[in-house]
């Protein structure tokens, strides 16, 4: 599937049903995660049955039913830690999509997860993970002017790759980015009040590459 495809698909999705992930399709994402810790140096951790994380009263707060798999992301803690757990979460969540799961990032509707956490690692934020009782929906979000620099005579690629940023899962759905363009050099950057900021720009950079393609630009 052409990931431009696979991001239009995707909706955030909170209530599962009780059918276990099979074994086929863990190990396909069990390897996707690999690949992606090597290549960033997290600690992405998938946990499958475990129904204690979701059993929370926090949990009940924000709707959740059957989350009973969910991507812990871990990573030692630095800067850009956020930034990074946003960006290659994303790559795997958009993997998930592919082999027919569906997923919810979640940032504190949760009870505590069973991610081994080194004393010099820090958990950042989990995603719920399962097959969904529907696809979810579409929310209505900002326009392209509104998030960019985006001008009449902006080049398709950027306009691709503001388009895919757009249909990134942001916080609250708040999309507190920008990018700006100057030729081929693009400066993204992140809001400066709300919540999970430097998680969504990572997650909207991630969607941002991956519609513009990243031979034609580089980051600022």
């Known amino acids: 599937m052409d990931k431009m495809d696979v991001i239009l698909s995707r909706h ?12 086929e399709i863990r190990q396909q994402l069990d390897a996707c995660a690999e690949e992606l810790n090597r290549e960033s140096g997290l600690h992405m951790q998938i946990l499958y049955d475990e129904k204690e994380c979701f059993a929370s009263r926090l949990a009940h707060y924000g ?3 059957h989350a009973d798999n969910y991507i812990a992301l871990v990573g030692k803690k630095a800067e850009g830690l956020e930034e990074k757990c946003g960006y290659f ?4 969540v958009l993997r998930a999509q592919e082999l027919g799961l569906n997923t919810c990032w979640v940032a ?3 009870g505590k997860s069973k991610a081994e956490v080194g004393p010099d690692e820090k958990e950042v934020i989990i995603i719920s993970l ?4 529907n696809q979810g929906t579409a929310h209505r979000g900002k326009k392209d002017t509104d998030v960019s620099n ?18 990134a899962p942001t916080a609250v759905n708040q999309q507190k980015f920008r990018f700006d363009r100057d030729g081929q050099t693009v400066r ?6 709300g919540t999970q900021l430097k ?13 513009a393609g990243k031979e034609n630009f580089t980051w600022a």
């Open 12 to 23: 955030s999705v909170r209530q599962y049903l009780d059918r276990p992930i099979p074994q």
């Open 63 to 65: 709707k959740f039913e």
């Open 89 to 92: 979460g994303e790559l795997l």
């Open 108 to 110: 504190l509707t949760h």
């Open 130 to 133: 399962g097959y969904g009782k």
């Open 150 to 167: 985006i001008a009449p005579d902006a080049p398709d690629w950027f306009r691709r790759g503001i388009e895919a940023a757009l249909l």
């Open 188 to 193: 993204a950057k992140a809001g400066l009040i």
């Open 199 to 211: 998680v969504d720009l990572g997650i909207v950079k991630c969607h941002f590459e991956l519609g």
